[in-house]
């Protein structure tokens, strides 16, 4: 294995000199802090080793014990943790996860997903010596069902590590996990604990793209159906560092940090375990995922000697480099490579109501609204239960039926956010997407977020739906009202995506190539012509031939798309680049990352949340859930508990389908 770490042995070591030091910085009144980060962070594990027996040989006192009383808060925490050796750090993390009231199951499936068959022993022997107890009784009294079984397995640390790959044997375990899962009804979790559990890493690399290829379904969005919880969550684990050990480190520290509040237990143990392993493998993964340096997250997020100490283990700022590493130029083309793969199975969370009577159903909601007071409840649950054309259906019977306009008795009825929810899921897609356009650009300011989020994630027959109920609602064309509302480059962009026309057809390679390095040339031309050219392939070209060009760019320039978009391009020019590559690459991800960005931090965006809710209830909500749990830590349904309140809340729960 090649060492891409950030902490080696330090030269000239001298572990008495060390020792010394140490005892001279935390004698008498106060610690000289700065001193013992320094020397613990330009030292290895094993010289660490080396110099807490000097400590103890030269001064008769346990060098952890002196640490631990010179030093306070989570910079004592990370100071004594680099100061175990591997095995036993590993071993206290097992130990504090399963401690106590409550389980730490995050730590648990970071751990047992991510060691080797060795790191795995010797923790192990390490858990036993420092607890008298055996780690994997402790394990199993702790957890339950599916999820203790496949921490047994990983437990055991004989997952094949021979390299021989057996073709026949790949192409068997491929139809096995299918026929486990997405075949039946139901699932076979043992045959997915087996596999998983045991078989080698480049075995089950090729394993998941014969998987892809029977079920067209990558074996991540098989997991994402079939499973659920803590075993969901740890089998993702296991495949995304069977796929790469470093992105799943990157992913693991980003979510340690974004937002408010710092996971500092997560922050600590990664940077610990990783810093003499894959620390800059890690590093470049990080910058690829989120366009920004892990040393300049860590500096935004903490502070103090904490801090120092931490970007000493990060050992440098990538965002001063250009160009990816060789193995993160693989890894972004790989995934491009997946994502033109993956054949998403789009997933509603409203479906048509079975033993529907419009006529029943108009009824109810007049009964609902007539006299003193509304019965919201009886509305929400007729409205929200059912799919939208047999909404449209309601509409009709209740005109026919009662004489009388439903939109209207609704609007009169209910008020504020419950009434725009309310209302926008009794349009038909096509009249909501027009108004959601119209209130995007009336009034003082223009919303271009939304303008940029409906355009670039419609299809040609939904663009051209819309058009034409923007026209019938406000006699005026749906271009020239962007003409009128918008300017320059991003005008053009919009008015390009408004006109429909978009390829269809699948990737075409040569042309793919070719696109890649009109991109690439581009990239070195002014600014203009960039946005041109740039316009005149993102906003034309098909989806799946878009991914290709893509996959081809990272060969060309041997920087990823949504980097050069970042940093080449701004405003609003750069947002509408950078929603096309967000939904290329993958589109429930992309609308997660909105519905997280509408209620994040203070206030909410209502017309956002409504928007998202409304249009994607029908069609792929639940992958979106799925995708935003992933990336965020928390379900959808928390984010909207918590976010939201009333009818409101309990509507968009409704449409939410699950709590994940």
């Known amino acids: 294995m090649v060492f891409r770490g950030t902490i080696t042995d330090a030269p000239d070591f001298d572990p008495s000199t060390d020792a010394e030091a140490l005892y001279n910085a935390m004698k008498g009144f106060g610690s000289d802090k700065e001193a013992i980060l320094d020397l613990v962070t330009s030292r290895s594990n094993a010289q660490r080793q080396e110099v807490i027996a000097a400590y103890k040989s030269n001064f008769g006192k346990d060098l952890i014990e002196d640490l631990k009383y010179e030093l306070t808060g989570k910079f004592e925490r990370l100071i004594v943790s680099l100061m175990r050796t591997p095995a036993y750090h590993d071993a206290k993390e097992i130990h504090d996860a399963v401690e106590g009231a409550g389980t730490n199951e995050r730590c648990l499936i970071e751990v047992m997903a991510s060691r080797t068959n060795q790191q795995m022993h010797e923790m192990v022997a390490a858990y036993k010596d420092a607890y008298g107890r055996d780690i994997e009784e402790d394990i199993i009294a702790d957890t339950s069902g599916h999820f203790k079984k496949m921490l047994v397995v990983l437990l055991q640390g004989t997952r094949d590590e021979s390299g021989v790959v057996d073709a026949d044997l790949v192409e068997q375990d491929a139809q096995d996990l299918y026929a486990a899962g997405e075949e039946q009804w139901g699932t076979d979790e043992a045959k997915f604990i087996m596999i998983l559990g045991n078989r080698s890493v480049t075995h089950l690399c090729m394993v998941f793209d014969a998987y892809e290829k029977i079920a067209e379904l990558s074996i991540e969005d098989s997991i994402k159906n079939e499973l659920s919880g803590d075993f969901e969550r740890l089998m993702l684990a296991v495949v995304q560092c069977i796929r790469s050990v470093p992105m799943f480190f990157a992913k693991r520290l980003y979510k340690s940090m974004k937002g408010l509040g710092t996971a500092d237990n997560t922050l600590i143990r990664i940077m610990i375990s990783r810093s003499e392993i894959d620390m800059l493998d890690i590093r470049e993964c990080f910058r690829l995922r989120y366009e920004k340096s892990l040393y300049n997250m860590i500096k935004d997020d903490t502070s103090g000697d904490y801090k120092r100490t931490l970007l000493n283990l990060c050992g440098g700022d990538d965002d001063l480099a250009g160009e990816f590493f060789p193995e993160a130029a693989q890894i972004a083309y790989k995934m491009w490579e997946l994502s033109s793969m993956t054949k998403v199975q789009l997933r509603p969370t409203v479906r048509p109501a079975s033993n529907f009577d419009p006529a029943a159903d108009a009824q109810a909601l007049r009964k609902a609204m007539k006299g003193f007071g509304t019965d919201e409840d009886a509305i929400i649950d007729i409205v929200a239960q059912r799919s939208n054309a047999q909404r449209q259906e309601i509409r009709q019977a209740f005109k026919s039926l009662l004489g009388r306009d439903l939109m209207k008795d609704l609007k009169s009825e209910l008020s504020k956010n419950l009434e725009r929810l309310i209302i926008g899921l009794m349009l038909t897609p096509a009249e909501f997407d027009a108004k959601m ?73 040569e042309r793919a190539n070719a696109d890649a390095q009109e991109l690439a040339d581009a990239c070195n031309a002014d600014s203009d012509d960039m946005e041109m050219k740039f316009m005149s392939i993102l906003c034309t070209r098909s989806f799946p031939h878009l991914r290709r060009v893509f996959q081809e760019f990272v060969k060309c320039t041997n920087k990823d798309i949504e980097q050069i978009i970042k940093k080449e391009m701004s405003g609003d020019v750069k947002n509408a680049f950078y929603a096309i590559v967000r939904s290329v690459k993958n589109q429930p991800s992309y609308f997660a990352d909105r519905l997280y960005k509408a209620m994040k931090g203070l206030g909410t965006d209502d017309r956002a949340l409504i928007r998202i809710m409304v249009s994607r209830c029908e069609i792929d909500l639940f992958n979106i859930r799925k995708e935003f749990k992933e990336t965020q830590d928390a379900s959808l349904h928390e984010f909207i508990q918590g976010d939201t309140s009333g009818d409101y809340r309990k509507t968009l729960l409704l449409l939410c389908g699950g709590e994940d």
Request: glycine content about 6%; overall charge negative; proline content about 1%.
């Open 437 to 509: 356009m119209r209130k995007a650009m009336e009034g003082a300011g223009t919303d271009e977020h939304a303008l940029i989020e409906i355009l670039v994630t419609r299809s040609n027959e939904e663009i051209h739906a819309m058009n034409a109920a923007y026209q019938d609602a406000y006699k005026k064309s749906l271009e020239e009202a962007i003409q009128s509302d918008t300017s320059g480059h991003f005008c053009r962009i919009l008015v390009s995506l408004v006109q429909g026309a978009r390829e269809e057809g699948p990737a075409d390679l």
